[in-house]
């Protein structure tokens, strides 16, 4: 009887044997699958364990309200209003914004000198892309006595591969400073430095034109929007940079100084007017690798996502703490506020109706 039981509890304990072996070969091949197509989204959760913040900016209060004087505005600041104002120029390299560069260049035109634009006639990817600038010349004819421009010999990619993208944009930034030298900049004068997306407001300009004891270099923080101005993202955006031009002046689009200018314009991702032009930024941009799937691209479902305020790239938000990051996961909130955007943004509204609140439908 007792050998029967000793057979008996043996049988029983097999199961969990083969369990212990079998299991971790179950689990293995589910946990690389879970990798492979969750692991972005698992690095980005886990990034407040192993990233660093960066070092923090220090804040320069921005006071501004109509019909303050500058001189008043200046002296707010602690510092003091010039005999005459600063020359400005301003900078950017181009791709496909043509809208957003269409209200940026009506935005700045009363303060700036010359508008320097530098466009690639590929991506930074490596893909042929149309000159769209020149194309839509006619679309920027007022502000032609102030352009300076010019094309950027980008290198093709061999067919199924991609050019290194960080490279090729480091490529075309340092190409900038030749064009930025043929403008007539001189000692003195105020350059800007920023994407075309990334856009200064008047006020801020005026003010900085005007002031003297404003830092040589200067980081504006700019209120961030997805898609339109209907989906306002946060203050998050900083690379946008002001300088007082001298001999060691370099174009750049990464930190600079630790001095950041509050609430001095804004910054709007992805605002295109059609889904092509979706397509073209998320294959051609520095992060084309975040297209992860062929399905990415889908016209339907870009345009789900713009509307829904999600995430074009099925990634979760770039934070450095968990509070930050659970408080931005899920859709970006809409906003039915239009106050304080660029005024020909406003003066046109049928013209850019894609980039108010109600109206995230685009064409194709």
Known sequence: MAAQTRR?????????????FV??????????????NYGQKISYFLRPIWDTPPATFKRIPHYYAENVSVDH????????????PRRIYDAIIFSNEVDLLDIRWHELYPLVTKFIVLEANTTFTGKPKPLLFALNQDRFAF???????????????????YEDPFQLESEQRIAMNALIRRSGIS?????????????????????????????????????????SFEFSVDYS??????????????????????????????????????????????????????VRREEFLSHKRIQNLICRGEDLFDMLPEEYTFQELIKKLGPIPRSTSAVHLPAYLLEN???????LPGGCQRGR
């Open 8 to 20: 008996t509890g043996s049988r029983h304990r097999r199961p969990h044997r083969v369990l212990i």
């Open 23 to 36: 299991g971790p070969l179950i689990l293995l091949p589910l946990c690389v699958l879970g990798i492979l």
């Open 73 to 84: 505005l200046c002296s707010l600041h602690g510092w003091s209003k010039l005999a005459r």
């Open 143 to 161: 502000a032609r006595s102030k352009i300076v421009s010019g094309v950027f010999p980008g290198r093709i990619a061999k067919s199924g591969s």
């Open 187 to 227: 000692n003195g004068d105020m350059l800007i430095m920023s994407d075309t997306d990334e856009i200064p407001s008047l006020n801020t300009l005026r003010l900085l034109q005007w002031c003297d004891g404003v830092p040589p270099v200067l980081h504006l923080e700019l209120r961030h929007y997805m898609y």
């Open 237 to 290: 955006s900083w690379r946008a940079t002001t300088h007082i031009f001298g001999p060691q002046t370099r174009y750049r689009h990464s930190r600079q100084t630790d001095l950041i200018f509050s609430d001095a314009g804004w910054h709007c991702s992805f605002c295109f007017r059609r889904i092509d032009d979706f397509v073209l930024k998320m294959t051609g941009y520095s992060h084309a690798d975040r």
């Open 349 to 355: 509204a049928d013209k850019f109706r894609f980039l």
